[in-house]
């Protein structure tokens, strides 16, 4: 039998080696015009749900340490969107019933939409000024998605939160942040 200390080794490996993959395989260019969406935005909204929303308010909190206005969809505190404003969606199939209509509403309401996800062709498209795409594997299984061996979306959720962080480093990069003045943005009440 083999020790649980090689298993874990080889499980790491094939993590890191798929996220590898999946964040090498994202168009620059689509995130380029994310990064220019967050700092020309007013505020900026996200939302997904289940896993891939935990990955966005890790996202999320990470652009208010960059000084942006940002705000999960559904916070006690969210303020009202407007056409200054972007939304960011996250749905690796872009099928999901809550984020495509929250699209459809922000839409609606003037602000601009960027959908995150795998599904280039998903019914989110019509609400949307851009897409980032993670071409990995979703529920939808499309023949051109990056396959896993990890369970469900994980690589989806998973690539979603390094991306969140790829983007932050670009904004502190673009701004021309100083990294330890970005401090006075983290909580203190700890």
Same mark, same amino acid.
């Given at each position: 039998? *083999?020790?649980?200390?090689?298993?874990?080794?080889?499980?790491?490996?094939? $993590?890191?080696?798929?996220?590898?993959?999946?964040?090498?395989?994202?168009?620059?260019?689509?995130?380029?015009?994310?990064?220019?969406?967050?700092?020309?935005?007013?505020?900026?909204?996200?939302?997904?749900?289940?896993?891939?929303?935990?990955?966005?308010?890790?996202?999320?909190?990470?652009?208010?340490?960059?000084? $942006?206005?940002?705000?999960?969809?559904?916070?006690?505190?969210?303020?009202?969107?407007?056409?200054?404003?972007?939304?960011?969606?996250?749905?690796?199939?872009?099928?999901?019933?809550?984020?495509?209509?929250?699209?459809?509403?922000?839409?609606?309401?003037?602000?601009?939409?960027?959908?995150?996800?795998?599904?280039?062709?998903?019914?989110?498209?019509?609400?949307?000024?851009?897409?980032?795409?993670?071409?990995?594997?979703?529920?939808?299984?499309?023949?051109?998605?990056?396959?896993?061996?990890?369970?469900?979306?994980?690589?989806? *959720?998973?690539?979603?939160?390094?991306?969140?962080?790829? $983007?932050?480093?670009?904004?502190?990069?673009?701004?021309?942040?100083?990294?330890?003045?970005?401090? *006075?943005?983290?909580?203190?009440?700890?």
């Amino acid at each position: 039998m *083999e020790p649980f200390g090689e298993k874990y080794r080889g499980y790491a490996a094939l $993590v890191l080696d798929e996220n590898g993959t999946a964040l090498r395989n994202i168009e620059p260019s689509q995130v380029e015009a994310l990064v220019g969406g967050i700092l020309d935005a007013r505020k900026v909204f996200a939302v997904g749900v289940g896993r891939v929303m935990l990955s966005l308010q890790m996202f999320v909190k990470r652009l208010a340490h960059l000084g $942006v206005d940002a705000h999960c969809v559904g916070e006690i505190t969210e303020p009202a969107i407007t056409p200054d404003d972007l939304l960011i969606v996250a749905s690796g199939s872009g099928e999901s019933i809550f984020p495509k209509g929250i699209a459809q509403k922000a839409k609606s309401l003037g602000a601009r939409v960027i959908h995150i996800g795998s599904n280039a062709d998903s019914g989110i498209k019509p609400y949307c000024y851009g897409m980032v795409r993670i071409p990995v594997r979703t529920k939808l299984a499309l023949p051109d998605e990056i396959p896993s061996r990890q369970p469900m979306s994980s690589l989806f *959720e998973q690539s979603l939160f390094l991306l969140g962080d790829i $983007v932050a480093l670009a904004i502190i990069d673009k701004k021309g942040l100083d990294m330890s003045s970005l401090w *006075e943005y983290h909580a203190n009440l700890e």
